[in-house]
C-alpha cells in the first residue's frame, strides 16, 4: 500500500492504495465520487472518462498511484460554484442528450475535452470526438445536438428534425 | 412561445439534475456498511459435466467468507417461464429447471456453477480463480446450431428431455390448411429465407445485486438492476427461494437502461439474498462486461423461411412463415412469449391479408439464453415481412410504396380482426406512408442518386412499414394464451396535506422519463405545479404493485391506472367541496386546480381540500373517510398499436462494401403524444439499436460454443460517427380508442420498423447498379457486402 495524493475537483485528498488500484476505483470507492462509472472492462465505453491535468482520461485504464500529484476532475466538478448546471450539462439537458444518465459522464467530460481543443466543432468532429463514448439510449441524435449548442452554435439548424 | 408544463409539452427533464452531476444512485454506487462481494465462478466450456468443483481450493484463502455451490440450491425451486405455451400437437412446452448455480451440468460459457464470498472484490476474484483451476468439467460436444440441435437427439443440452426442442407452435393452426392452399392456387410465391441475427442487449449498466437480511426482523432487502422490481420479488420470493413476499423488498434504484435484459430474474439475485442471509451481512455482485455478455439474456436469433403469396398486381394472399427460435440452454422468464405472441400475431402487419400462418420451433441451445430485446419478436416479425415484400416486388417489377399501399388496411376499416387474431383499434397507415415520403423527399432521390454516382457511391433507398402490438394486456386474454401472471399495472396518487402529491407507480423509468412526464399528466389533471408533483418508483415497499417497464406499456397501461387514480381523487375531492360549499355533489365542478359550484363563484382550491381531508374539522365524516389517498388498478381492454412508416437511403462504397446512412426519416402514429421530446428522443435511439442490428451488431459463437464476441473489442455496437441524425414525426396520430389517455407506446418503434428499412436501401442500392441480390443476411458488414457484390 502506497499513500496517493491528487487534486479532485479542486480538493487535495490523499488515500492508501494498492499498485493495482485504478483511478476509477480510487474516485469511486476511495472518494466515493460515484458519478465515475464504469460501463465495461476493455476501455472500449468511456463511461468512465474524468480528466487528468485538463486531458480527458479513461480512469478504468489508470492505475491511481500513476497520476499521484495531479489535478484530477470529474463529472461532480462540473457544475458552476453555486451549484447551478455549467454550459455543457445545461446543454445535455435543454437538447435531452440523456435517457438513463449512466454514459452521461463520460460523455460530459469527453465534450468538455473536445471544446477545448476544437471550441467550435462541426457535426462530423463531434461525432467524431465522441467516438470513444458509448451510448445504448439516445442514438446520439440529442447527444450531437448538445455539443453544438454548448459550443454556441444552432443546433437545431445544424441537426435534421 | 412553446407550451411549457402539461400534456404535449417538452418539459425539460427533472431526472437530468442528478444524472448532469454525477448523483445519481445506480446499485453500483451504494455501499451498504460491512458489505462483502460475490464473485461467481462461471463455466469455460460451453456444455460439460461437472465432476468435481473445488470449492475446497479457496477455503483459508485471505478475506474468504464463503463458497456456494450448486448442491446448496439443488433443494430450492427454479426460476420459472413466465409463459407456458403448448406445441402443435397439444403438448406443453418442455421447462427444465433452472437453477441457481449449475450442478450436475454447466451448459453455456459463462453458466456459473458456484460463488465465492470475501471480505473485498480482489480477495473474492482471486479466490474464484483458484475454485475454477481447481475445478474438473469432463467437456462434452456442444450444440450451438440450431439445425443440428434438432436433428441430433443424442445430444441433449437437458439429460432428460427427450430432444432439444422446447416446443414446436402453429398459429393458428386453423388457418394451416387454408393458408397452404391459398399458397398452392396463388398466382405468384415469393419465398425468402433469412437469419435474425442475435444481438446482446447491452445496457450500458451492468447488472448489479445487493442482498441484505435483518435478522432481528427475518426481513431481506435486494437491490438490483430491474425493469420491474414486484415481477422480481415475486419470483424470488414465490418461487426461487422461498421467502415470504412480505419479507422482501426489492429495490430498483436508478438503471441504468434495460432494452429488455433487465426484466428477468437472474440467479445471481438469489445468491446474493442466500449469502446475505448465512453471512448476516450485505453481499453485493457487481457484473463485470464480459459476464453482460456472457450471461445477460441475448436477442433475436431466428432463421426463417418466409413465403408471401399474391397476384400478378401484387394483391396479397398470403404469409407463411417457418422459424427456428433459439432459446439458449435455459428458459428466461419471457423466452417462451417473445417468438410465440409477440412475433406471430403480428405477422399480418398493416396488411389486409386474409390468410396467414406461423410456426415456430423454439430449441435449445449450449448459448446463453434468449429473451425480448427491444421490440422482442416484433422487430422479427417486420423484418421477415418487409423483406419479403420488397423481394416480391423486384421480381414481378412493382413499385414498393405502391405495394404497400394497395394492401395497407384504410381507416374505415378499424376496428379490425387480423387472420392471427389480433384487433387493431385504430391506424392510418397511409398518412404515415405519405408523412414520411414527403420528409424523406423521396421526389428528390434520383437527383441524391446522381450526386452519390457522381462520388462513385451506389445509393439505394428502402422502405419498411411497421406495426406492433404493445402495451402488454389484458390479462384474461393473456391468460388463455399461457401468461402465468396478470399484465394490468398500479398507481397510487397520495395527495398530501399540504397539497403537494406523491404518486407511487408500477412502471420502472431507467432512461424513460417517467419522473418528469407522468408528473406533467398529474399536474394538468390536478391543475397543479409540475414542481408539486414527486413520482417514486422502483421499491416494492412503497408501492401498490406493479408489472414494470417492456413492452413499451409504461404510460399505455400504468400511467392510465395513475390518471383513473387520480379521476378517484378529483371524485372524492367533490364530495370534500360539496360539504364545505354546502351544495350538492353533482353540483361540484373541478377544472384549474378549483373545485366550484357551478353557476356560482363559491369555490375551495385543491389546497384547501387536500388540507381539509387530513385536518378533517369541517368535513362530513359520518359519510366520508379522512384522507386524500387512491390506488388504481388498471387492465387494459386491448392491446395498443402503434404503427409508422420508415424510409433510408443509404451510400454504398462499391470497393470496400461499407454502407453509409445517408438519411433516416420515420413518421410514426403513437396516438396522443405527452412529451414530444421524449418521445422522438425514444425513437432516435430505438432506430439506432436498429441500425446496429442492419450494419453492426452479432453475436457470434463458435463451433464449441465459445462467444467470440465477448467485448466492445469484437462485438460493434453503434457509436456517434457510425450514424445519422434521425429525422422523426409523430403528428399522423390516431389516439388509441381504449384508453382515455389515448396513447399507444413508442419505446420498441425505432427498433422494430428501421431493420428491414436499411437492408431494403442497401438492396435497392446493389440492384439499381445492376447486381441481382435478393438478400443479405444482417448484419451487413462491409465484408457481407462486398462478397455479396462479387460473388
Known sequence: ?161 | MPKDHGIGASVKRREDIRFLTGTGNYTDDITIHGQAYAVFVRSNVAHGRIVSVGAEAAKGMPGVLAVFTGEDFKDVGGNPAGWLIKSRNGEAMREPKRPVLAHGKVRHVGDAYAAVIAQSYNEAKTAAQAISDASVIEELPAIVDMRQALADTSNRVHDELPDNECFDWGWIEDNRAKVDEAIKSAPHVTTLNLINNRLVPNAMEPRASIGEYFPGTGDYKLTTTSQNPHLTRLLVAAFVLGIPENKLTVVAPDVGGGFGSKIYHYGEEALVLAAAKKLKRAVKWTAERSESFLTDAHGRDHVTKIELACDLEGNFIAFRTETMANVGAYLSNFATVTPTFLHGTLMAGPYKVPNVYVNVKTVFTNTAPVDAYRGAGRPEATYSLERVVDKMCRELGLDPFEVRRKNFLTPDMFPYTTPVGLAYDTGNYHATLDKAIQLGDVAGFEARRAASAAKGKLRGLGLSTWIEACGIAPSNLVGILGARVGLYDAATVRVNATGNVSVMVGAHSHGQSHETVFAQIVGAMFGIPEGSIEIVHGDTSKIPFGMGSYGSRSLAVCGQAMANACDKVIAKGKKIAAHMLEANEGEILFSDGVFSVSGTNRSKTFGEIAFSAYVPHNYPLATLEPGLEETAFYDPANFTYPAGAYICEVEVDPDTGKVDIASFTCADDFGNVMNPMVVEGQVHGGVVQGIGQALLELGVYDENGQLLTGSYMDYAMPRADDVPFVTVDHSCSTPCTHNALGVKGCGEAGAIGSPPAVVNAVLDALNRAGKKIDHIDMPLTPSRVWSAMNA
Open chain 1, 1 to 161: 500500500m502506497t499513500k496517493v495524493t491528487m487534486t479532485v475537483n479542486g480538493m487535495s485528498v490523499s488515500a492508501q492504495t494498492e499498485g493495482r488500484t485504478l483511478l476509477s476505483a480510487f474516485l469511486r470507492e476511495g472518494l466515493a465520487l460515484t458519478g465515475t462509472h464504469i460501463g465495461c472492462d476493455t476501455s472500449q465505453c468511456g463511461a468512465c472518462v474524468v480528466h487528468v491535468d485538463g486531458q480527458a482520461v479513461k480512469s478504468c485504464a489508470v492505475f491511481a498511484q500513476d497520476v499521484a500529484g495531479a489535478t484530477v476532475t470529474t463529472i461532480e466538478g462540473m457544475a458552476n460554484a453555486d451549484g447551478s448546471l455549467g454550459v455543457i450539462q445545461a446543454a445535455f439537458q435543454e437538447h435531452h442528450g440523456l435517457q438513463c444518465g449512466f454514459c452521461t459522464p463520460g460523455m460530459v467530460m469527453s465534450t468538455a475535452a473536445l471544446l477545448a481543443i476544437n471550441p467550435k466543432p462541426t457535426v462530423e468532429e463531434i461525432r467524431h470526438g465522441l467516438d470513444g463514448n458509448i451510448c445504448r439510449c439516445t442514438g446520439y441524435h440529442n447527444i450531437v445536438k448538445a455539443v453544438l449548442a454548448a459550443s454556441g452554435q444552432d443546433a437545431t439548424a445544424m441537426a435534421a428534425e
